[in-house]
């Protein structure tokens, strides 16, 4: 049931709000995160190894940035597909985590089998609480969105960040690497951000103007720093895998070495860059993009818009919000963009061409 949307996906991406205040709620009593200590303690861990494909191993490379930040755990994310041929060693104290929607994509099982008897602990983070992943893992957390039906994924995607972010400020609070003030503080502004997804979704009307110049092209650069860069890649994949529009995703910092040569007024640049320490950086690189005349299309805060200047092409601007949050909020317009792209071209938004929901073979 599309609930009156002209796509499933439409439904899902409108759905964000509630699912993740439901998700807040199921996870959150007061300052205490729901995640049993027994199942999974972070103080015995030395690393953490993170595996999965496609839009879920892009939360874990959002994820790593939240580990390595807040609870200065190191982390290792890969690729189910590479993880599992290639062996790596698994030392004692590892925890090995697989992010999965449906809980069933074959390389990211296998990649979990492999660490069966090597790993301390095997965690997953899924959708569906019965599938194999689930089944298989010692701790399986659900991530609480629903049943999703677009092939593209979108609330499993901010579902997935948000049950990995509370992992990362409970492994943050146990071993000590932020305040209980800190946690609190944090946790305050996590249970804002359902309101804030509602503010991005009243910017429909402006993505979908974006989203439509930006359909006529047939080649789209993402680019983001820090932890938007693993989104500017979860913003290419969803472009491409449902407007079939050719989309390549680069961390700012890259651009000069190599993908500049791209650049001229037939390539949009999709910049996603809220307004925090490292957003002067992504005004240069801007600034390098336009001055090939490039056309920037900047997703922002209103500090960061402000500071962008005139020669922008097309401004988003979201809600600013507490930037290791920040992920969470954009990937929406990252997928209204992808999804009203696709309805000017009117491809199959719900069915892509060539695409499983479930990867179940290799
Ligand atoms: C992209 C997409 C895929 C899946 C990938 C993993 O929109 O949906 O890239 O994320 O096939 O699937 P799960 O999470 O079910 O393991």
Known sequence: DKAGYKH?????????????ADALTAYLAGDDINIPTESLD???IDRLTMVACGTAYYA?????????????????????????????????????????????????????????????????????????????????????????????????????LNVLLLLAIKAAKVRGTMSADEVASLLDQLRGL??????????????????????????????????MYPLAYEGALKLKEISYIHAEAYASGELKHGPIALIDKTVPVIVMAPHDALFDKTVSNMQEVMARGGKVCLITDPAGAAEAGEDVWQMITMPAVDDRLAPLLYALPAQMLAYHAAVAKGTDVDQPRNLAKSVTVE
């Not at 439409?10 to 993740?20: G, N």
């Not at 019965?130 to 995607?157: M, N």
Request: hydrophobic share 45%; proline share 5%; aromatic share 8%.
């Open 60 to 160: 874990c490379l959002t994820a790593k940035y939240w580990f390595e930040k807040l609870a200065r755990l190191p982390v290792e994310v890969d690729i189910a597909s590479e993880f599992r041929y290639r062996e790596p060693p698994i030392l004692p104290g590892t925890v090995s985590l697989f992010v999965s929607q449906s809980g069933e994509t074959a390389d990211t099982l296998a990649a979990l089998r492999y660490c069966r008897g090597k790993a301390d602990r095997i965690v997953s983070v899924v959708n569906v609480e019965t599938s194999s992943i689930a089944r298989e893992s010692d701790l399986a957390l659900p991530i609480h969105a629903g049943v999703e039906i677009g092939v593209a994924s979108t609330k499993a995607f901010t579902c997935q």
């Open 194 to 227: 359902p309101g804030h997804f509602n503010a991005a979704l009243d910017r429909d009307q402006t993505i979908e103007k974006a989203a439509i110049r930006i359909s006529e092209a047939r080649d789209v650069l993402f680019l983001g720093r820090g932890m």
């Open 42 to 44: 972070f103080t015995k």
């Open 8 to 20: 499933f996906m439409a439904k899902e991406i409108a759905e964000q709000p509630t699912v993740l």
